[in-house]
């Protein structure tokens, strides 16, 4: 099964979730698609961790060939191409790699070539396999990414947790469309509320189920709990605020494997998330 972890913003406790719900399994496998800044690394430190580089194809003009038609320059909806001074000029930063271009050039000038955009590392701790991405700062996109580490997660068996890029784009697209589930992750403020809407509404746009946590949270009555109420959303969780627990966790510690109570609260998250899942 796999469960795929998003919040409306960065900061929200995503990867805090994620980490300790994986820890918290008898086995399982993390995914950390956040790759423009992973950090699950940070807090699972894998041993014989191994990495290799993620390419994307990029077009490249043979100029002999090319007398100027511009029409590649046309097509090109990310402005990736121009033509200056009797030239074809490509920008790899920009280009998303969809090789429209090429099909579109009359006299065949363009051709493909290899570019590393990134790279994955793979690796275990305990009982957790870790898969993570990371893009070089710069490129256009990370989905070529987030695509592969999605299919190379497909080696492994059980529970796997996907730690999604923050927000909407296309990248949390691309991170949540496998995914069987989604969490959602939010905090108990007016601004949380309004992430939590972007976020639900993209789960309801590709028929996702999910249900909701609440980090930070507090004992009042908040605006994320009152949108979950009209929108009929279960919430799976309120973790309060807690001193302790930021303290563990800023210096990259995982809370279930320093402490048995917050082990039990993770443990009892899991299996609420798994059974609210197979329904
Ligand atoms: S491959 Fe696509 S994005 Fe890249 S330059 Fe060609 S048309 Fe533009």
Redesign the pocket.
Known sequence: MKIAILSGKGGTGKTFLAVNLAASAKYSTIIDCDVEEPNVHLFLKTENTSTKNVSVK??YVLEQLCDGQRK?VD??R?N??AYIDNQLI?MDNL????????LVCPNKALKEKNKVIGEISSGKIKQINVLSGFLKPGEATGVPIIKELLDDSNAFEGLKFIDCPPGSSCSVIESIKSADFCLLVTEPTILGAFNLKTIYELTKLFNKPCAVVINKSEKKTNPAQLFCRQNKITILENILFDRTMNDISSIGKVLVWENKRYLKLFTNLLNNLVLEARK
């Open positions: 990029i077009p590649c097509f090109c990310y990736a191409l490509v280009c998303h790699s969809c090789g429209g271009c090429l």
